[in-house]
């Protein structure tokens, strides 16, 4: 079974310091792993994805993930906060055969300091 | 084009009513999750559409929850004798529904849903 583990269920960063937020998944098979983003009182917006095409996978809004299969994790980052930024961001894991449900952390709100 | 969307945005109900929540997927897309997100929670998947079947319920968390969709397109989540422990935003989810390539669901903006 797939599991998500989202270390810091809040970070808080300075605009314009590094973001990074973490998450480790496990998965008994290759996996496909995705970070969402929910701005307040809206859906979830896909930041991006991995798929196994390249292991550094770059995203929107300056936004990318680095999968590492030794240390089972694909943490987000953004080399420099903006103001905008600040959301609940999740972790989402689905097994190597698309057309399935995923499973997600419980997610880290982002609070951005100015 | 239009996203996925949901409706109502808001309900709140009395504790043992029923309630229908609608999810209107984008156009074209085989695949429809159904997601609860409970205060503090993560996400919990309930049901996955294939078209109008339903090859995965494992989610729903008891027979009161059933949802069908019609025509490849429109789906009804229902949920019977409401608890307050139903109190959630429920989200609903499309993709184009092909194997392989991790395809992306695309969200609708959820219904919350309040039990008195």
């Known amino acids: 079974a797939q599991s998500v583990t989202q270390l810091g269920s809040h970070v808080s960063v300075s605009e314009g310091a590094l973001v990074l937020l973490r998450c480790n998944y496990s998965?008994?098979?290759?996996?496909?792993l995705f970070w969402y983003v929910q701005y307040p009182n809206q859906g979830l917006q896909l930041l991006l994805k991995y798929t196994s095409a390249a292991t550094l996978v770059k995203g929107i809004n300056g936004f990318e993930a680095e999968f590492k299969k030794s240390e089972t994790s694909f943490h987000l980052t953004k080399p420099s906060a903006h103001m905008s930024d600040a959301a609940e961001y999740f972790c989402?894991?689905?097994?190597?055969?698309?057309?399935?449900?995923?499973?997600f952390g419980k997610g880290t709100r982002l609070s951005v300091i100015a | 084009g239009a996203g996925v969307s949901q409706s109502p945005s808001n309900k709140v109900t009395e504790k043992g009513k029923d309630v229908e929540l609608r999810c209107d997927p984008i156009?074209?897309?085989?695949?429809l999750y159904w997601y609860r997100q409970r205060l503090g929670q993560g996400l919990e998947f309930l049901i996955y559409?294939?078209?109008?079947?339903?090859?995965?319920k494992s989610g729903l968390p008891s027979d009161r929850f059933s949802a069908e969709r019609t025509g490849e397109s429109v789906s009804t989540l229902t949920i019977q004798r409401t608890q307050q422990e139903d109190s959630a935003v429920y989200l609903c989810?499309?993709?184009?529904?092909?194997?392989?390539?991790?395809?992306?669901?695309?969200f609708g903006p959820g219904t919350r849903l309040t039990v008195l």
């Open positions: 156009s074209g897309h085989t695949a």
């Open positions: 989810a499309s993709s184009l529904g092909y194997s392989g390539s991790g395809d992306t669901q695309y």
């Open positions: 989402a894991v689905t097994r190597n055969s698309g057309n399935t449900p995923l499973v």
């Open positions: 998965s008994s098979v290759p996996p496909y």
């Open positions: 559409f294939q078209g109008n079947s339903a090859p995965d």
